[in-house]
């Protein structure tokens, strides 16, 4: 497994929260339990000159290396991760290799990455709760990776 050792202080995600906040959670209720974050939808609102915006983010306002939660229809869906300061229940995190998730999770969906095909690569989990992973690899190593229902893992560009 990828070690840690520049982190000290390295969080888990379970297979359905972080922090407090779960898959599912009302994002009134993820909203109270979170602290130093804050929401995109105002901005949202503004760009796309409309006040129905059903997709937006909770991003974290003191520490980019947290995760971001993505809100669809007010009620998160996914929990995104860009570093390594994250790991999922199995040990897994941005840096791990591929072959780390092949020994931490059976049976993955490995698909070529849709904008660098020739060196990434889609590593899909179903989770047992009905959930998934995708983890997003260059050279065989995460770049990233995100957690949520089925739909929202698969939505590329987040809520865009």
Known sequence: ????????????????????????????????????????KIGYQLEFETEDIDCYYLYPTQNADLPQFMILFEVVVRIEVRSNLVLTQRGVTVGSSKKDILSAYKNPKISAHPYDFERGEYIEVSLSNGNGIIFETLDDVVTSFRLGTDSAIKYIEGCV
């Open 1 to 40: 497994m990828f070690l840690i050792s520049n982190i000290s202080h390295a969080v888990s995600l379970s297979d359905d929260s972080f922090g407090g906040v779960n898959i599912g959670m009302p994002v009134a209720e993820a909203i109270h339990t979170l602290k130093d974050y804050e929401s995109n």
